[in-house]
C-alpha cells in the first residue's frame, strides 16, 4: 500500500473511487425513500436540509383528512402557530430513530406555539401506526395517508419526497424550513428556533 501513498502523479483510481462512494453511501443511508436525483450525489446531499429565507417562501399546500383515529385534521386549522409536519411510516427504520426527538421538541415547544403533526404514509393498516405511536410515546395527532396523496400536495414546492421528511411552515402558512431525512433534536430546534423569532 505504501507505493500508493507516494504515487507521483497523485492518487491512484482506487482511492478515487472510495472518496465517490463515501456521498453516495451517506445519501442512501438518509432513508427509507430516496430523494429523487437532482443532478449529482453532492447537490442532492446539500439540499436535504433547507431553511428558505421569509422573502422566498411559498405558501403551504392545503393538508388535509383524518387523523389515524378518525378525527378532522387540517394544516389551515393552525395559521398563526409555527407547525412542524412529520412524514412517517410504521415500517421506516429512519422514522423509529428520530421519533424520540420529535416528541420531545414537541413537548418542550408546545407552550410556545408550536403545532406538530404527522403525516403516516404506506402502513398498510393504521393498527401498526398506532402501535408505532404506542411504542414511542408520540402525543401529537398523524393524518392516515397510506396513498400518499397528502404527500403530493407538496410537488411544485418544496416536495418531502423522502421518508423520513419534515417541513416546518411559519405563522403565516408558508413553508420556512424541510428536511429530507431523519433530524436529531439540535437539526430540529435549528429549524424551528429561527421561526419562534420571526414577529
Not at 478515487?16 to 463515501?22: I, Y
Not at 424541510?178 to 429561527?194: F, S, W
Request: a neutral charge; proline letters at 8%; glycine letters at 8%.
Amino acid at each position: 500500500m505504501n507505493h500508493q501513498r507516494s504515487h507521483p502523479h497523485g492518487p491512484p483510481i482506487s482511492r478515487w473511487a472510495l472518496l465517490l462512494a463515501v456521498p453516495l453511501t451517506a445519501l442512501a443511508a438518509a432513508g427509507c425513500t430516496s430523494a429523487p436525483d437532482e443532478g449529482s450525489a453532492e447537490t442532492a446531499a446539500d439540499k436535504q436540509l433547507l431553511q428558505i429565507p421569509a422573502g422566498r417562501r411559498t405558501p403551504a399546500p392545503d393538508v388535509r383528512g383524518e387523523s389515524l383515529t378518525g378525527e378532522a385534521l387540517a394544516l389551515a386549522d393552525h395559521l398563526g402557530k409555527i407547525v412542524v409536519l412529520n412524514v412517517w411510516g410504521s415500517w421506516c427504520a429512519p422514522c423509529r430513530a428520530e421519533a424520540p426527538h420529535l416528541q420531545k421538541v414537541y413537548q418542550d415547544t408546545h407552550d410556545q406555539g408550536v403545532v406538530f403533526l404527522g403525516i403516516n404514509t404506506r402502513d398498510s393498516t393504521q393498527g401498526n401506526a398506532l402501535a408505532f405511536e404506542e411504542t414511542f410515546g408520540i402525543t401529537y395527532p398523524s393524518l392516515w395517508d397510506p396513498d400518499g396523496r397528502q404527500l403530493l400536495k407538496f410537488k411544485g414546492t418544496v416536495s418531502p419526497s423522502s421518508i423520513p421528511s419534515t417541513v416546518v411552515v411559519d405563522r403565516k402558512g408558508r413553508i420556512a424550513a424541510r428536511a429530507l431525512k431523519a433530524l436529531d433534536e439540535p437539526q430540529l430546534r435549528g429549524m424551528i428556533d429561527p421561526l419562534l423569532k420571526e414577529g
